[in-house]
């Protein structure tokens, strides 16, 4: 896939809005070495299972809940960034990388993306490439082993959004 928008140039997007804090950072030229595709039903399950650990709890929805908004925000927060630099990444073929005791971390092998000049035109981009083409995969593949109510996790979807745009808007973005 990919749109019209050359690898380098989005990289270099993506690197500029990943200053913005951890929760922007998708790392570019993921090779295959330790990346797993995004979403994938046995990391998910494990990363589930240790923030229960990490949180106390013995309810494994209150930690994939926790998890699903923190990871909702890794997704939104770097497209939204981009999007106000005027390019929206292509997430088609997104990786992660998570092990016991360490933060998620996203990225792209070759990250390619679209350019975009209005909001209504970057919308049109983000929510597709976002919710149906991450959150909607992500949340059936924990519905598989954990239960959890559609507007507890559209709600932290959207609380994931809000919280992304509240980051300082100074450094050319819009």
């Known amino acids: 896939m990919g ?11 993506l690197g500029e809005v990943g200053r913005l804090g ?5 790392v570019t030229g993921a090779g ?6 995004f979403p994938d039903v046995e990391g998910l399950l494990g990363a589930t ?16 809940s926790i998890l699903f908004q923190g990871l909702a925000s ?14 929206v990444p ?3 073929d997104l990786r992660w990388r998570w ?13 390619r993306g679209w350019r975009v000049g209005e909001v209504a035109e970057a919308a049109d981009l983000v929510h ?6 991450q959150l909607r995969p992500l949340r059936e593949m924990m519905a598989g082993f954990v239960s959890l109510a559609d507007g507890l996790v559209w709600g932290n979807a959207a609380s994931a959004l809000a919280g992304s745009l509240n980051v300082g808007s100074g450094g050319g973005f819009r």
């Open 22 to 26: 951890v929760y922007f950072e998708v």
């Open 128 to 133: 597709p490439m976002v919710v149906d083409g």
């Open 90 to 92: 292509d997430l088609t």
């Open 49 to 64: 299972v240790e923030y229960g650990e990490r949180l106390r709890t013995g309810e494994l929805r209150v930690a994939a």
């Open 74 to 87: 890794r997704l939104w927060s770097p497209v939204a960034a981009a999007a106000a630099r005027g390019i």
């Open 99 to 111: 092990a016991p005791g360490e933060a998620v971390v996203l990225g792209l092998a070759e990250p």
């Open 32 to 37: 295959v070495a330790g990346w797993r595709r």
């Open 3 to 13: 749109g019209d928008v050359d690898s380098g140039e989005v990289a270099g997007v």
